[in-house]
């Protein structure tokens, strides 16, 4: 099973690094040739993608290596602090953004600067880039689910903040053609803000799952509707729960009939164990303790 997640997430890497490589060369030629300093800026965001893919397929390797005697739990938590440095990353293009974008908003504002008319042609370049980012967010939000991924799924959030880009910049430079020269700095500013937010949610997921947050409520509740689905269960005496990169670990506590005998018990507590596992794909390890209690 890890062999199968590491082959999705190495398999839809290899696919955005090459699809990023393109967009980066077509944005820096296209901006460049068309005079727009927005989608170079773009480019430069796209190389910077891919330096941060480059990672997340290294991290497939660790991450989804079997367990070992040093090990017992598995290494996905080594995807979670993937998905952390991912989130730094897209703090840092926040900040570089939004720190060349007021700049270049002052300067239009307050000193009369007027920025180079970009020719037509390259707000359809962004306008291309939108359509392929919002592919690879959905494609990779999919992988990630099925690889358990938080590094992949850091990855898809990264596509979405760049599709939010890329969408200001055709904006900006629709602007600066027609002599709104404010506009490209302005919308480049909100990005910024959005990236900021973005890369802040990331890196709180990726912590949460280092520091084994529970499940959601959600989650907690499906696992006690099923576990209370078996007749035999008298009462659920107590639910922990841990994240562990997209899994979830289940300890249970629950009262069965004192007056059953060891092999009953120990079946009802399989039947339970294997139906937590089987209807809650998250679930990767259900660990269950029996109370005895008088049915009376």
């Known amino acids: 099973m890890k062999k199968v997640e590491e082959k999705i997430i190495k398999k ?71 998905s952390i440095f991912l989130g730094l990353a897209l703090l840092i293009t926040a900040y570089l953004l939004g720190k060349n974008s007021v700049i270049r908003l002052y300067d239009v ?15 359809v370049i962004a306008l291309i880039t939108i359509g392929v980012k919002e592919f690879l967010f ?18 898809a959030w990264d596509h979405r903040a760049d599709t939010i880009t890329s969408f200001g910049a055709v904006i900006g430079i629709v602007g600066a053609i027609y002599g709104i020269h404010f ?10 803000l959005f990236i900021l937010r973005l890369g802040l949610k990331i890196i709180k997921a990726g912590i949460s799952q280092v ?7 959600k989650q907690i509740q499906q696992i006690r509707e099923l576990v209370l689905s078996n007749e035999h269960v008298l009462s659920i005496d107590e639910i922990k729960t841990r994240m562990f ?15 059953l005998s060891l092999e009953e018990a120990h079946a009802i507590s399989e039947e339970i164990h294997d139906l937590v596992e089987e209807e ?12 005895p209690k008088d049915k009376n």
Request: aromatic share 8%; with cysteine.
């Open 245 to 259: 990169g997209l899994s979830i670990y289940v300890d249970l506590e629950i009262s069965l009939d004192a007056k």
């Open 280 to 291: 809650m794909a998250d679930v990767i390890h259900c660990m269950i303790h029996i109370n």
């Open 109 to 123: 504002v307050f000193n009369s600067a007027t920025l180079p008319i970009p020719t037509w042609y390259t707000w």
């Open 183 to 192: 506009i490209d700095p302005l919308i480049s500013i909100i990005i910024s």
């Open 211 to 217: 520091v084994d947050e529970s499940a959601n409520d």
């Open 12 to 82: 839809n890497t290899i696919l955005t690094i090459i699809i990023n490589s393109f967009l980066a060369a077509a944005k820096l030629i296209g901006g460049v040739f068309g005079n727009s300093a927005v989608l170079i800026a773009d480019a430069v965001n796209s190389v910077g993608d891919i330096a941060t893919n480059i990672v997340v397929y290294i991290s497939a390797k660790f991450s989804k290596k079997e367990n070992d005697k040093d090990h017992p739990y598995g290494h996905e938590r080594f995807d979670s602090m993937v």
């Open 138 to 155: 959905r494609k990779t939000t999919v992988d990630a689910k099925k690889a358990k991924s938080q590094a992949l799924m850091a990855q």
